[in-house]
């Protein structure tokens, strides 16, 4: 089945935040944000923007009912700085005017006078001054200390890695409409309508049942509309709730680069023992996270970087610590993989510096230590492990040998040319890790002409989740998808929703919208059996048509709503779904967090260009576990969208900040992504099809974030083709690889760094 979106993407009416016609009267808003990333205020003047050309009002901290305060999981987040600015970016002040242009122009002239504080962008030092966002965490299996002795080879190094530009394609933004008795409608491109929904309420001091979040669509999120949507759609309700009229805010990409916050960048220490067999017998890594100025989703994504720090490795003694650390940057927030790839990529590097030393491929170590079924995570849960399967029909399917032998070939027959190959082997968790949040809800309503409407707390942002929902309800009732609209996300129809987020929706709306469409379909069979004189359990619904015994009877599915409808009985229902068996105990570490694990293994083959530094990624050649996938064409979008998102983090994506906290590569002239021309040349991706009992829709498996860290193959595929053409090469594990990265490692050797 097509995605149910392709059809108005192509012709351009499929509707975003910006495609909503506005309402006679529609005011637009603009911030005016911090220039300073740290610092006291000490005097704000919006004098002469107030007289500026069409401007309503100009709103500060002083203009907020409520709390000054947007904070999800710590309240230490000011919607508008008050007293302190935390970081460039941080808004100050609201501007309104009757046209966009005159907002922006107006915020030209705010001044703001600020006395500049200390400025930390390097988490290590943040740590080293106590600025720690949570206290830090360790996970712990085994003990490291007493294992060292048992290891034959031990290895320490370093590694950094370096955010990520969510960079959708539709910007942040909001539109609020007040209604009447004080309610306010948002529009708002979020993932997270709650959310936005309850900061609003918290902010304008009003109950959360005034306060309607709907989201039709987002032209992506991948994360960064998880919680920072909020901003924007509190800004505008603001607004709004003030002057009585519509306000609407749709940021310009420097403004979003700028005032929003990215992946987090990490520096991390790790130490690594092996035995003489290659087993790792220990582990040990240290996480500095670079949280930004407020906590956002650091907490969590820490989190998850605790839970993947082991990637599919079995490791029997591992000690993984992470700090949080408070920096000012505007506020780190959730990423595809939400901490995870940061994690997986030091194991790589341990791995990797292992390899080299012991003049082995990596490839080797990665096989030898693949969890197996019943092996136990640091955390405590036991492994339903798929590592072995993907990573033998990987060989399978793509020959290992032969594609490595082809590397050696092309390397001893080109000198300027050198080509590159990693193995890289996934796991991830699915489930918020945060138990309480795996819970969703479907309201399913069949009216009496047969056709059906869904509406869920899933939000569509080209993953393709609606196209599941409908799936799920043409499977059940078994009648056509045409028949089957999916409703915009709206806050009063679904509430108390958790964010789409952790590539959880689609399973737990999923399964929701499984629960209430067999609930109705159950008392359509009663009505059925009543009008046939058989038992219920005698009715079956087949395409469209009533079955009795297994014999077509005279009934369509039509016939059959109306003469439900007609006995009173009820076509609508809610239902509610939450995962059994989660748990997970924090005082302890330790517990059964995830419903299951997605695993995979990717190779990667890379060419350099050993004059230039520059570099083509020749394949990504996978094999996904997919479980019983609900939709192919879906899921394989899923994977080679994640797969080029993860190889542009690992390769191309830099971003800068300067010692002052301002962001340098601020534009898309400064920033680079992945384009038509530098995606692989090939991407193939085989399925591995396990039937197994997973707790996600119908077998299938989540898929939205796993597949971002094949990406991290990528790195080490470069890593390789460097080796190869300067086997003395000194690579600091930092990533992105960029071809300056490149270029300069090409031509500096261990021997020239010993000799400066
Ligand atoms: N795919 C597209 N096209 N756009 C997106 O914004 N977000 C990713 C992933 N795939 C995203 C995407 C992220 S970060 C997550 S968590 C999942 O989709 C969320 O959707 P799911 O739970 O339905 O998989
Ligand atoms: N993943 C993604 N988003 C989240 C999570 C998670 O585990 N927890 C809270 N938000
Ligand atoms: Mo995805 S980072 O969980 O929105």
């Known amino acids: 089945m097509k995605n149910i979106d392709s059809y108005t993407h192509v012709r351009g009416e499929s509707v975003y935040l910006d495609d909503i016609p506005l309402q006679a009267g529609t005011l637009f808003a603009a911030a005016f944000d911090s220039p300073i990333a740290h610092g006291k205020i000490k005097s704000l003047d919006t004098t002469e923007a107030e007289k500026s050309e069409g401007v309503v009002r100009i709103f500060t901290a002083n203009d907020i009912p409520g709390e000054n305060q947007i904070g999800g999981i710590i309240p230490d987040e000011e919607l508008l700085a008050s007293t302190h600015v935390h970081f460039c970016g941080m808004p100050i002040a609201l501007v309104i005017a009757h046209s966009e242009e005159q907002a922006r122009a107006a915020v030209k002239k705010v001044t703001v006078e600020i006395e500049k504080l200390e400025i930390i962008t390097d988490p290590r030092f943040a740590k080293e001054k106590g600025e720690l966002i949570i206290p830090p965490r360790t996970f712990q299996i085994g003990d490291t200390s007493s294992a060292w002795k048992d290891c034959e080879y031990i290895f320490e190094g370093s590694t950094e890695t370096n955010g990520q530009e969510h960079l959708y394609i539709e910007t942040q933004g909001a539109y609020a409409v007040p209604q009447e008795n004080g309610a306010i409608r948002i529009y708002s491109s979020t993932q997270g309508p709650t959310a936005v929904q309850r900061t609003a309420a918290r902010v304008l001091n009003v109950a959360m049942n005034k306060i309607e979040v709907d989201t039709t669509r987002l032209g992506g999120g991948f994360g960064g509309k998880e919680d920072q949507a909020t901003t924007w759609g509190v800004l505008c309700a603001l607004a709004a709730y003030h002057l009585k009229k519509p306000v609407k805010y749709c940021l310009h990409r420097m403004e979003d680069m700028r005032m929003t916050g990215k992946r987090h960048p990490y520096s991390s220490d790790f130490k690594i023992g092996l035995d003489k067999n290659h087993k790792i017998i220990a582990y040990e890594a240290t996480f500095y996270q670079n949280a930004g100025a407020a906590a956002d989703l650091s907490p969590a994504v820490m989190e998850r970087t605790l839970f993947h720090c082991n990637n599919s490795y079995f490791i029997p003694n591992v000690k993984a610590t992470a700090y949080s650390c408070r920096t000012h940057l505007p506020p780190n927030t959730a990423f595809r993989g939400f901490g995870g790839p940061q994690g997986m990529f030091v194991i790589e590097a341990a791995i990797d510096k292992a390899a080299a030393a012991l003049n082995v491929p990596a490839s080797l170590i990665q096989q030898k230590n693949l969890l197996k079924t019943g092996d136990e995570f640091p955390y405590g849960q036991k492994a339903e492990s798929e590592a072995n399967e993907c990573w033998n029909?990987?060989?399978?399917?793509?020959?290992?040998?032969?594609?490595?032998?082809?590397?050696?070939?092309?390397?001893?027959?080109?000198?300027?040319?050198?080509?590159?190959?990693?193995?890289?082997?996934?796991?991830?968790?699915?489930?918020?890790?945060?138990?309480?949040?795996?819970?969703?809800?479907?309201?399913?309503?069949?009216?009496?002409?047969?056709?059906?409407?869904?509406?869920?707390?899933?939000?569509?942002?080209?993953?393709?989740?609606?196209?599941?929902?409908?799936?799920?309800?043409?499977?059940?009732?078994?009648?056509?998808?045409?028949?089957?609209?999916?409703?915009?996300?709206?806050?009063?129809?679904i509430a108390n929703t958790s964010p789409t987020a952790a590539s959880a929706a689609a399973d737990l709306n999923g399964r929701a919208t499984e629960i209430a469409c067999a609930a109705i379909l159950k008392r359509l069979q009663q009505a059925a059996a009543e009008e046939l004189k058989i038992s219920p359990d005698r009715i079956e619904i087949k395409d469209e048509w009533i079955y009795a015994n297994g014999k077509k009877t005279e009934w369509d599915w039509k016939k059959l709503v109306l003469a439900t409808y007609v006995k009173r009985i009820s076509l609508s229902e809610l239902a509610h779904y939450t995962p059994p068996g989660i748990h997970f105990d924090p005082s302890k570490e330790k517990g059964h967090p995830f419903a299951y694990h997605v695993y995979g293994t990717s190779i990667t083959t890379v060419t350099v260009d050993c004059l230039r530094g520059v570099y083509e990624i020749d394949s990504v050649k996978v094999v996904h576990d997919f479980g019983q996938s609900m939709n192919t064409m879906v899921d394989m979008g899923q994977c080679e969208g994640g797969i080029v998102q993860g190889i542009g983090w690992m390769t191309m994506e830099e971003i800068v900040y300067d010692k002052e906290g301002k962001l340098r590569s601020n534009a898309l002239s400064t920033y680079k992504v992945p384009d038509i021309y530098s995606v692989p040349k090939e991407i193939t991706i085989h399925p591995l099809e396990t039937q197994k009992e997973n707790l996600a829709v119908f077998q299938s498996k989540a898929v939205g974030e796993p597949p971002l860290m094949y990406g991290i193959g990528a790195y080490f595929a470069l890593r390789n083709a460097v080796k190869a053409f300067n086997p003395s090469a000194d690579i600091a594990y930092n990533a992105p690889m960029t071809p300056e990265k490149v270029l300069m490692s090409l031509y500096t050797s261990v021997h020239d760094n010993i000799s400066k």
């Open 393 to 493: 029909k990987t060989n399978e399917v793509f020959n290992i040998q032969q594609l490595q032998k082809e590397v050696a070939d092309f390397n001893a027959t080109n000198k300027l040319y050198k080509k590159g190959m990693a193995m890289m082997p996934i796991c991830f968790g699915i489930s918020f890790t945060k138990t309480l949040m795996n819970q969703a809800r479907s309201l399913v309503h069949v009216y009496t002409d047969g056709s059906v409407g869904i509406s869920t707390g899933a939000v569509e942002m080209g993953q393709g989740v609606n196209t599941k929902m409908l799936q799920v309800a043409a499977k059940i009732f078994s009648i056509s998808p045409d028949k089957i609209k999916v409703n915009t996300t709206n806050t009063y129809r």
